[in-house]
């Protein structure tokens, strides 16, 4: 019987992070991409998501990236901001971002950015580094991403968001 609870509870955790692959060093290069691939993204898209409202805005590929912004609404307050893009370079693409809080105050370092490698491509998921991409329909899309904390642990955040 325990054994049996074991396989369980593994198979368990395992089928709650599978939306999200991680980009293992010494893996091959990532794979072929362009932005025009994934263009459905452009858009204004909202959804909830830890307790608040989630919103984010992503421009056209235009020039070799597509920009964003997304916010984070709490009881009628930002909680906190992310700007970036997705940009094509060697034949695959990049997702790079910043965090700020309410007052624009940067989480990294000034030169530094949060950087997701293409690891997978499906046709209708982009996989980054911890942060998956999916379209649903053109009305829907869902982003999967893995947040951890100050323990060390983390888990996969599912943001739903519809177009507006």
């Not at 091959?28 to 858009?43: R, V």
């Not at 307790?51 to 590929?61: H, R």
């Given at each position: 019987?325990?054994?049996?609870l074991?396989?369980?509870?593994?198979?368990?955790?395992?089928?709650?992070s599978?939306?999200?692959?991680?980009?293992?060093?010494?893996?091959?290069?990532?794979?072929?991409?362009?932005?025009?691939?994934?263009e459905w993204?452009?858009?204004?898209?909202?959804?909830?998501?830890?307790?608040?409202?989630?919103?984010?805005?992503?421009?056209?590929?235009?020039?070799?990236s597509?920009?964003?912004?997304?916010?984070?609404?709490?009881?009628?307050e930002?909680?906190?901001?992310?700007f970036?893009?997705?940009?094509?370079?060697?034949?695959?693409?990049?997702?790079?971002?910043?965090?700020?809080d309410?007052?624009?105050s940067?989480?990294?370092?000034?030169?530094e950015?949060?950087?997701?490698?293409?690891?997978?491509?499906?046709e209708?998921?982009?996989?980054?580094?911890?942060f998956t991409?999916?379209?649903?329909?053109d009305?829907?899309?869902?982003?999967?991403?893995?947040?951890?904390?100050?323990?060390?642990?983390?888990?996969?955040?599912?943001?739903?968001?519809?177009?507006?």
């Amino acid at each position: 019987m325990k054994l049996l609870l074991l396989f369980f509870l593994s198979t368990t955790c395992l089928l709650q992070s599978q939306n999200t692959i991680s980009f293992e060093e010494g893996m091959m290069m990532s794979p072929a991409a362009t932005l025009n691939d994934i263009e459905w993204l452009a858009g204004h898209w909202k959804g909830e998501a830890f307790g608040g409202i989630a919103e984010e805005i992503w421009s056209p590929p235009l020039d070799g990236s597509m920009m964003f912004s997304f916010r984070l609404l709490d009881k009628g307050e930002v909680s906190f901001y992310e700007f970036g893009h997705l940009i094509e370079i060697d034949a695959t693409l990049i997702l790079q971002l910043k965090h700020f809080d309410a007052n624009l105050s940067g989480w990294e370092e000034r030169d530094e950015n949060i950087d997701f490698k293409l690891v997978k491509v499906e046709e209708n998921r982009f996989y980054f580094d911890d942060f998956t991409i999916e379209y649903i329909s053109d009305k829907e899309i869902n982003m999967y991403v893995e947040v951890g904390d100050e323990n060390g642990t983390s888990n996969e955040v599912k943001f739903n968001y519809h177009r507006q």
